[in-house]
C-alpha cells in the first residue's frame, strides 16, 4: 500500500511517499520539501502569512517532484495522509484542502493526523517498527516535550513539556544575542564546536528540588546569556562567542538528556526516540547516546533530514494508522492549530 503524506503546519511544504508492507515495515519513496525559512529571516522567526502563501505556490510542484521521485503517478496511491495540527492556523489549512482535494479525486481514505506523533513515527522509516512503549523527546522550534507511546497509532501521554519557550525557541534567541543568523541552531552548533562547554556556568533550568520532574523552562536560560552577553559589552569586551555558544549548548543538551533519561528509567522504558529539528544537535545526540548507554537504554534518533518537518513523516504515521484499522477522518475534516498530542487522528 502507497501513503501519501501532505505536511504544511509551519514553514516546510513537505508531500511525502511511503510504502506500508504486510510485514509492518514502513519504506521510505519519497520525500520532497520546500521551505520558506529563508522568506522568514530577516523577521526572526515564521511569519504567518508568508508561510501561507509559500506553501500555496509550492503545494503542487512539491507534490509533482515527490512522484517523480518516487516513479510513481498519483493512481498508485492508496491513502492520503496529512498534517491537521497542531501548527499555524492558515499554514495547515492549504496542506489540509490539498489532501481533500487528492483523496476525493482518488476516491481514497484520508486521515488528517497529528503533527507531533508524525515526528515520532518517521523514526520507522530508518530504523524499523517502534518498540513499544518507548518515551519521545520531542525537541523542534515551536515544541518540547516528553512523551510516552505505548501506540504510535493511537496511545501517545505526555510525561512533561516546555513550560515557556521551546529548545528550538531558544536556539533561536541565542543566536539572535550572538549575530548568528536565523534559524539559530545550525550556527550555534558550529560555533560551539570552537568553544569550551564548560565556560561559563548558565542556569539549568526546572532543576530544583520543588520544579516538576520532567517539565523545561529555557527561557531564564536565554535571559542568563543575553545578561551574559550585556555585561561583556558593557565592559568593553568582545564577546567570546564559542564560549557562549558551547556553554549554552550545553546548559540545553544536559536539561533535556538528564530528563528524559530520568523519565524512561522511572518508567522502565528501554527506547529513547529524540526528533524534531534540534534533534540534529551534536552536542544532544552525543550526550544522550553517552548517557543512553550509561542507563542501558536504546537510543533512535532519525537522520536530521527526518528530523525537522517533512512529509514523510505525515506519511509514515499515515501507514501506521491506516494498518491500525482506524476509521479514516471526514472529508470535511478541518485544520486544528491547537491539537493535543493526545489526539493522533482527528
Ligand atoms: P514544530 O515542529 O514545533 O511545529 P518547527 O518547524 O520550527 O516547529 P523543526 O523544523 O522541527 O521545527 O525545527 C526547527 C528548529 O530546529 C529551529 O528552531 C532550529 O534552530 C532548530 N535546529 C536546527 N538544527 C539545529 C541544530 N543543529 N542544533 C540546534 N537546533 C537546531
Ligand atoms: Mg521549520
Ligand atoms: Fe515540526
Known amino acids: ?71 510513481l503517478s498519483m493512481s498508485d496511491v492508496d491513502a492520503v495522509a496529512v498534517t491537521a495540527g497542531p501548527g499555524l492556523a492558515g499554514a495547515l489549512l492549504v496542506g489540509v484542502s490539498a489532501a481533500k482535494a487528492y483523496a476525493a479525486a482518488l476516491d481514497v481514505p484520508l486521515y488528517g493526523v497529528n503533527h507531533l506523533a508524525g515526528h515520532i513515527a518517521v523514526d520507522a522509516l530508518q530504523h524499523g517498527p517502534l518498540p513499544t512503549p518507548c518515551l519521545a523527546l520531542l525537541v523542534s522550534g515551536g515544541h518540547t516535550q516528553l512523551l510516552r507511546v505505548d501506540d504510535i497509532a493511537g496511545a501517545i501521554t505526555e510525561i512533561g513539556s516546555t513550560v515557556d ?20 541552531g545550525p550556527p550555534i552548533d558550529k560555533a560551539a564546536r570552537d568553544g569550551d562547554p564548560h565556560a561559563i556556568a548558565f542556569p539549568r533550568g526546572m532543576t530544583g528540588p ?52 530520568r523519565a524512561a528509567t522511572e518508567a522502565g522504558i528501554g527506547t529513547l526516540v529524540v526528533s524534531g529539528g534540534v534533534a540534529a544537535n551534536s552536542r544532544l545526540s552525543a550526550l544522550a547516546r553517552e548517557r543512553c548507554a550509561e542507563a542501558g537504554i536504546e537510543l533512535r534518533i532519525p537522520r536530521p533530514r527526518l528530523c525537522t518537518d517533512n512529509g514523510a513523516m505525515i506519511a509514515a504515521l499515515g501507514a501506521h494508522v491506516a494498518a491500525a484499522g482506524h476509521k479514516p477522518s471526514s472529508l470535511d475534516l478541518s485544520a486544528n492549530p491547537g491539537l493535543p498530542v493526545d489526539t493522533v487522528l482527528v
Open 1 to 71: 500500500r502507497i501513503i501519501m503524506g501532505i505536511e504544511s503546519s509551519c514553514d516546510e511544504t513537505g508531500v511525502g511517499l511511503v510504502a506500508a508492507h504486510d510485514d509492518g515495515t514502513v519504506e521510505l519513496l519519497a520525500d520532497e520539501v520546500a521551505s520558506s525559512v529563508e522568506q522568514h529571516a530577516r523577521f526572526g522567526g515564521v511569519v504567518p502569512e508568508i508561510a501561507s502563501r509559500a506553501h500555496l505556490e509550492a503545494m503542487v510542484p512539491t507534490t509533482r517532484r515527490a512522484f517523480d521521485a518516487a516513479g
Open 165 to 184: 519557550d521551546a529548545a528550538g525557541e531558544a536556539y533561536d534567541k541565542v543566536a539572535r544575542l550572538l549575530d548568528l543568523p536565523y534559524p539559530g
Open 210 to 261: 520543588r520544579d516538576a520532574p520532567f517539565d523545561f523552562s529555557f527561557s531564564g536560560l536565554k535571559t542568563a546569556v543575553a545578561r551574559w552577553v550585556e555585561s561583556a559589552q558593557g565592559r568593553g569586551e568582545q564577546v567570546p562567542v564559542a564560549d557562549v555558544a558551547a556553554s549554552f549548548q550545553e546548559a540545553v543538551a544536559d536539561v533535556l538528556t538528564a530528563k528524559a533519561v
